[in-house]
């Protein structure tokens, strides 16, 4: 069996993985960039005079329930990540409060009773899950009598940590967010009811990407997969008994990085099967360039929004010190605007999160820098210009504001937002397109856009296609994949399967499983 994973990020890696070492397909991964992580990358930074300072960009860390990613770097002898307790510093002035601090923040004392009763609502919102999965945070909060400082001062910067892409933090099913508490297995946060939040979570910074993909390139390598970089793909045609898929690839070492670069060539090859592990947009559009999508397609692919989002890596503490209350050891600071609480900024002290960016910063002698590197997020572009232009007024975003000559990195992002749309008219419907057409699709946006879910989506397409699921003993891990399946697969492993894989440390497919059914 032939299997070509396209894009080569967090969930086409762990694909691609998945399929060579378990050795059930001749898998080859194609990414267009010149190394494996998709958005995960290393990036060195410096203004020129100083050390350059190594950051991990795009994606920063995660919570210790982050199983699949940590047994996968394991397995493919990444370094081990690095633990540590985050501190978060929401709003600026009288509206500033903390995870830590031996006070009770102003903000917080102002909200003394919801914040109390919030807890109560907080068990409502996992008891009747099913309902509230399709009711916003903003609404729900509404319903049940809060202020609407509380959620725009309080609840709102908080639900942005985890799912503020594209600004559309309000929109959040009130379920979703509640997990982030109430869940015993992905729980971030313990909840006070005096300081809305008790303590620091325990998270962990992730090794340098570039040596992560690195040696999961080379697992994929030495399990005898290929990993084609610095490819373009340009058309897919499904047909009865086999994909197509066409597209330009490097010639031996080419020259350059674009699709027009000298030394690329053409190329057309047949495989059993396709995993999607690009976002939709990409999906849709190779799909339309070759034989086409069917009406499920279309309609799940319709219901994942994208946002345009820009960050901004630079070193300027002015500007932090002007628009966010950050004190020593912050690492995520939350500004909310003044004008509209409900949007948000963020901005990342990546030398306070990142090991291997404290380590550079603290270095001593010639070269040696001091400055600290930060990280801003600019959200929803699009609907930003929209509301300048209908309202006259100038634009919120304070990019503007930080100094250019302390610029070290601009980059722009193509977000899905985790609104309650895209929870209840596309994650569900997954299902129904999942391994039709000889067909697979693995990313985060079929979920919850976090580095966890890319990986389980990744290797969930590989256990479609018979791959074992490759952590059985890891009992956290499997019942995430196993809830994940049963998501957006409407597939899980079999009891049997379950059982046989933990008893004798072996590798139990569900292709394997399949065909014991299908003889008996």
């Known amino acids: 069996m032939r299997v070509c994973v396209i894009g080569g990020g967090a969930a086409g890696a762990a694909a691609g993985w998945a399929l060579a070492t378990s050795g059930v397909a001749d898998v080859e991964v194609i990414e267009r960039a010149s190394s494996l992580g998709g958005v995960a990358t290393t990036e060195r930074v410096g203004d020129g005079s100083s050390t350059k300072v190594p950051v991990n960009d795009g994606v920063q860390g995660g919570a210790l329930s982050y199983r699949n990613v940590m047994r996968l770097m394991r397995a493919t002898g990444a370094p081990e990540p690095k633990c540590l307790d ?8 009288e509206h500033n409060w903390t995870n830590h601090g031996e006070s009770r923040a102003r903000v917080i004392e102002a909200h003394a009773k919801e914040v109390e009763r919030f807890g109560r609502v907080l068990k409502k919102f996992t008891r009747w899950e099913v309902v509230y999965a399709f009711v916003s945070i903003e609404r729900a909060l509404r319903w049940h009598g809060f202020s609407k400082s509380f959620a725009e001062r309080i609840v709102y910067p908080l639900v942005a940590l985890f799912f503020g892409t594209g600004n559309v933090t309000a929109s959040v099913p009130a379920a979703v967010f509640a997990r982030v508490f109430t869940d015993p297995k992905l729980r971030l946060y313990d909840y006070c009811p005096e300081r809305f939040l008790s303590r620091r979570p325990k998270m962990f910074a992730f090794p340098l990407f570039e040596t992560v993909y690195d040696r999961l390139q080379r697992a994929i390598e030495d399990a005898g997969g290929v990993v084609t970089t610095r490819a373009t793909v340009v058309a897919v045609e499904r047909r009865k008994d086999e994909v197509v898929v066409v597209g330009r690839r490097r010639d031996g070492d080419g020259d350059g990085d674009g699709d027009d670069a000298k030394g690329f060539v053409d190329f057309r090859e047949t495989y059993d099967h396709v995993i999607f592990a690009c976002n939709t947009e990409t999906s849709k559009a190779l799909l339309d360039a070759g034989t086409g999508t069917c ?12 946002y345009d989002d820009v960050s901004v890596t630079h070193t300027d503490l002015e500007y932090v010190r002007k628009h966010y209350e950050k004190t020593e050891g912050d690492m995520y600071l939350v500004k909310t605007y003044d004008a509209d609480p409900g949007k948000i900024e963020m901005t990342f002290d990546l030398t306070s999160y990142q090991p ?3 380590a550079a910063v603290s270095k001593e002698g010639p070269g040696a ?5 930060f990280q801003t997020i600019f959200l929803d572009a699009a609907g930003e210009k929209s509301r300048a232009e209908k309202s006259g007024l100038p634009t919120r975003w304070t990019k503007d504001e930080i100094d250019p000559s302390k610029i070290l990195l601009t980059k722009w992002w193509r977000q899905f937002g985790h609104s309650v749309r895209h929870f209840t008219r596309a994650t569900p419907l997954w299902r129904f397109v999942q391994k039709k057409r000889r067909t697979l699709y693995a990313g985060s946006y079929t979920a919850v856009n976090t580095h966890e879910i890319a990986v389980i989506s990744g290797l969930a397409a590989a256990w479609r296609l018979g791959a ?9 891990a499997a019942s995430q994949f196993d809830m994940y399946c049963g998501l957006v697969h409407g597939k899980k492993r079999s009891k049997r399967e379950r059982k046989a894989a933990v008893k004798t440390g072996k590798r139990v497919s569900f292709a394997d499983e399949t065909e014991k059914k299908t003889r008996a």
Request: net charge positive.
């Open 295 to 306: 009406w499920m397609e279309r309609k799940v692919f319709g219901n994942v929004r994208y």
């Open 356 to 358: 291997d960016a404290a």
């Open 369 to 373: 820098t001091t400055a600290r590197v």
């Open 468 to 476: 074992p699921y490759p952590f059985p003993e890891d009992a956290l």
């Open 86 to 93: 985050v501190a978060v510093s929401f709003g600026k002035g």
